[in-house]
Nanobody, 131 residues
Framework: QLQLVESGGGLVQPGGSLRLSCAAS????????IGWFRQAPGKEREGVAI????????NYVDSVKGRFTISKDFAKQTVFLQMNSLTPEDTAVYYC????????????????????????WGQGTQVTVSS
């Protein structure tokens, strides 16, 4: 059974950076696509970034393009989300999720991830951007 554990959240000032980690166990990262999602209070869960099983295909929601970077470290079985130039609008609980959906694993996506396509979820990590 694939399990995901997020870490790295916290309180940061506007303009600051954080790196979130998503550690996977129970399956290798080269067999799943990974998505990062976030949910702010009173808002729907939003897909932020997605990376294919091999790591060669990536996409982001428009609001984070140029600021966030998703990457996979296969040796560490960990997916990272580097977040730079953070703003209060980035405040949310961030979740990583895994999908065995073949098109996603193969990188056949043209936009940010959709939660309905993901089967395994971590518990989430809080990111708060505030001065």
């Amino acid at each position: 059974q694939l399990q995901l554990v997020e870490s790295g959240g916290g309180l940061v000032q506007p303009g600051g950076s954080l790196r979130l980690s998503c550690a996977a166990s129970g399956a290798t990262l080269d067999r799943v696509a990974i998505g990062w999602f976030r949910q702010a209070p009173g808002k729907e869960r939003e897909g932020v970034a997605i990376i294919s099983s091999g790591g060669g295909s990536i996409n982001y929601v428009d609001s984070v393009k140029g600021r966030f970077t998703i990457s996979k470290d296969f040796a560490k079985q960990t997916v990272f989300l580097q977040m730079n130039s953070l703003t209060p609008e980035d405040t949310a609980v961030y979740y990583c999720a895994a999908s065995r959906d073949f098109p996603l694993r193969a990188g056949r996506f043209s936009g940010p991830p959709s939660a309905a396509q993901f089967d395994y979820w971590g518990q989430g990590t809080q990111v708060t951007v505030s001065s």
